[in-house]
């Protein structure tokens, strides 16, 4: 059989059985947070509103707590292979395949490739843990097909009620108006918990929020995920996986207002309303930076190259979290990083940086013991009139229908030194005859991971 036709008929086995399997069967970002101890899990079913599938969802979530147990648990999902559902790291090394890299403390990690969709190697990659503000992710691909960027909206003071105590805040005032545009930026560089309320109040209400972001998670099959709270702050049954996680990233960039914001390194954000000495009304501007420290780099870390997002996230319970996409040499990974043991400074980042090496090199040289699954709508979408052309996401939806590259540029102050994130392109995969995947579009990455604002 020639490879090609060998590859495609692996695939279709792979997402077969797990399609079949799957028939069987969030938080404020604090950056001083400490790394949870582990600690007993208490096992209550999570109430979720919406569908029947849903609530069988948060009935299989049931073992899952916002404290989690040092050990995963015993029965986890199997979407996607049967590796994955299996406890412990699941890589297939071939001849010439580097090893996984040593120390890797996080509890649960995958690395994928974002174009094609296979799972390189995984540990625990089911396994349900508080997702910190890495949750904002799946908000952001709920809502920014929903509002143009230019909108504008003056801020009531009951779209800032319920924050969580110690939220990480962008600092959105009262009887301000902002742009939606000023909005993402706060969710997206300073994960900032009141940007995601005001959005939220924009949409219905933070009620009304989770629930889509619920209905969405489903249509995504990331099923391992239960929203509580929209901007990712810990509460009960508040869950996802480091397999969900990678999924509603990857849905994400396919979204061009999602890859720029997510690739942005600082921008100007508007501050409060004063006269000037001559009284005159002015609207002042603070800078904001991404807290993305692979994107920024940091004093014990660097910028990696190539990178271009995705989201980090770090709470009392969650631990650190972190999503990221990086492009070598025209391939694009994905690696999801939750809660490593290790309590080193910035050691998230620093264990997405080893598995991203690790994948560069290893990809071509592994066998892959699983596969990133489709949305339930990817057969529907296939079959219409149109359904090849431009991005993901909503019909209509703002800003992002395109099928030109994102321009980067180097930052307002251009310091830095940051190199280039290359043009690249992923893949946009569509289901075809049963379970079969072939790409069948391709999204851009920003060119140059600094945006000017």
């Known amino acids: 059989m020639p490879a090609p036709l060998k590859q495609t008929a692996r695939r279709t086995l792979l997402v077969t059985s797990a399609t079949l399997a799957s028939l069987a069967l969030t938080a404020p970002v604090s950056l001083a947070a400490p790394t949870p101890k582990p600690k007993p899990t208490a096992s209550p079913s999570a109430p979720v509103s919406g569908s029947p599938a849903a609530k069988d969802k948060a009935s299989a979530s049931a073992s899952a707590s916002t404290s989690p147990s040092a050990t995963p648990p015993g029965k986890m999902s199997s979407l996607g292979g049967a590796r994955l559902g299996q406890a412990g790291t699941q890589v297939q090394l071939a001849g010439g395949a580097p090893v996984l890299p040593k120390d890797l403390t996080a509890r649960s990690w995958i690395v994928a490739d974002a174009q094609s969709g296979e799972v390189l190697a995984a540990h625990n990659a089911h396994w349900r843990l508080p997702p910190a503000?890495?949750?904002?992710?799946?908000?952001?691909?709920?809502?920014?097909?929903?509002?143009?960027?230019?909108?504008?909206?003056?801020?009531?003071?009951?779209?800032?009620?319920?924050?969580?105590?110690?939220?990480?805040?962008?600092?959105?005032?009262?009887?301000?108006?902002?742009?939606?545009?000023?909005?993402?930026?706060?969710?997206?560089?300073?994960?900032?918990?009141?940007?995601?309320?005001?959005?939220?109040?924009?949409?219905?209400?933070?009620?009304?929020?989770?629930?889509?972001?619920?209905?969405?998670?489903?249509?995504?099959?990331?099923?391992?995920?239960?929203?509580?709270?929209?901007?990712?702050?810990?509460?009960?049954?508040?869950?996802?996986?480091?397999?969900?996680?990678?999924?509603?990233?990857?849905?994400?960039?396919?979204?061009?207002?999602?890859?720029?914001?997510?690739?942005?390194?600082?921008?100007?954000?508007?501050?409060?309303?004063?006269?000037?000495?001559?009284?005159?009304?002015?609207?002042?501007?603070?800078?904001?930076?991404?807290?993305?420290?692979?994107?920024?780099?940091?004093?014990?870390?660097s910028q990696y190259p190539g990178i271009a997002g995705v989201k980090n996230g770090n709470t009392t319970n969650a631990g650190a979290t972190f999503t990221g996409v990086a492009e070598r040499a025209g391939r694009v990974l994905l690696v999801t990083v939750m809660n490593p043991e290790k309590?080193?400074?910035?050691?998230?980042?620093?264990?997405?940086?080893?598995?991203?090496?690790?994948?560069?090199?290893?990809?071509?040289?592994?066998?892959?013991?699983?596969?990133?699954?489709?949305?339930?709508?990817?057969?529907?979408?296939?079959?219409?009139?149109?359904?090849?052309?431009?991005?993901?996401?909503?019909?209509?939806?703002?800003?992002?229908?395109?099928?030109?590259?994102?321009?980067?540029?180097?930052a307002g102050n251009g310091s830095g030194g940051i190199g280039i994130a290359m043009a690249i392109t992923g893949g946009v995969l569509v289901l075809l005859a049963g379970a079969a995947f072939l790409v069948n579009r391709r999204w851009p990455l920003p060119d140059l991971v600094r945006r000017r604002r």
């Open 343 to 410: 309590d080193d400074h910035n050691e998230v980042y620093k264990e997405t940086a080893a598995l991203f090496d690790w994948g560069f090199q290893a990809a071509g040289k592994v066998t892959p013991v699983g596969e990133l699954v489709p949305p339930k709508g990817a057969a529907q979408a296939s079959a219409q009139p149109g359904a090849n052309s431009g991005e993901g996401g909503e019909a209509g939806g703002a800003g992002n229908v395109s099928e030109k590259p994102v321009a980067g540029a180097v």
């Open 133 to 301: 503000s890495t949750m904002k992710m799946l908000f952001a691909d709920t809502l920014l097909p929903k509002f143009p960027r230019t909108t504008q909206y003056k801020v009531q003071p009951k779209d800032l009620e319920n924050l969580g105590a110690g939220s990480s805040l962008v600092g959105i005032k009262e009887g301000e108006t902002y742009s939606v545009d000023d909005l993402w930026l706060g969710v997206f560089l300073r994960s900032g918990n009141d940007a995601v309320h005001v959005l939220s109040s924009m949409n219905g209400g933070v009620a009304e929020t989770v629930k889509q972001m619920n209905e969405h998670a489903e249509e995504l099959q990331a099923l391992d995920t239960s929203v509580v709270s929209p901007d990712g702050y810990d509460a009960p049954h508040q869950v996802s996986s480091a397999y969900d996680l990678t999924l509603i990233a990857r849905s994400g960039l396919q979204k061009k207002d999602f890859r720029e914001y997510s690739s942005t390194v600082t921008a100007k954000f508007p501050g409060a309303t004063t006269k000037n000495r001559k009284g005159k009304t002015v609207r002042e501007t603070f800078e904001i930076q991404n807290t993305n420290r692979l994107l920024t780099g940091d004093y014990d870390i």
